[in-house]
Each structure stands twice: as structure tokens, then as C-alpha cells.
């Protein structure tokens, strides 16, 4: 793409529903279909490590991609 904005934020929002705190958690972005236009941004992962999240709480990712 030559003009406009070429890059977005894809956010996810991820909440611990369970009693106990769920440990290592991982979010993980993965396409479903090939597509040359959509990619992630130069420099960013599809793994970003959540670490530990408590009972209740939510945790937001966010991915770039162009």
C-alpha cells in the first residue's frame, strides 16, 4: 500500500473465568487462510507471553500488522 495508513492494532482480550490462577499463559495469533496483504508488522511475534493471570482479572494483547 502506497498511501493511508498501512498498519493496525488487532487487540484481544483475555479473562481468567476460572477459581484458580491460570499459569504460563500464552496468546497465540495464528491465520486460518493465507492472505499476501495481511501480515504481522515488521519485528512482532504471533507468541506474547501473559505470565500468570489471577481469578477475574483480564489481560489485553495487542498485535500490529500490516
Do not use: H, S
Amino acid at each position: 500500500m502506497n498511501t493511508g495508513p498501512n498498519q493496525y492494532l488487532i487487540q484481544i482480550r483475555v479473562r481468567n473465568d476460572a477459581l484458580t490462577t491460570a499459569n504460563n499463559v500464552t496468546a497465540n495469533l495464528t491465520f486460518t487462510t493465507a492472505n499476501p496483504y495481511i501480515n504481522l508488522a515488521q519485528n512482532e511475534t504471533a507468541i506474547k507471553y501473559l505470565g500468570d493471570i489471577p481469578p477475574g482479572v483480564t489481560v489485553d494483547v495487542f498485535y500490529l500488522w500490516r
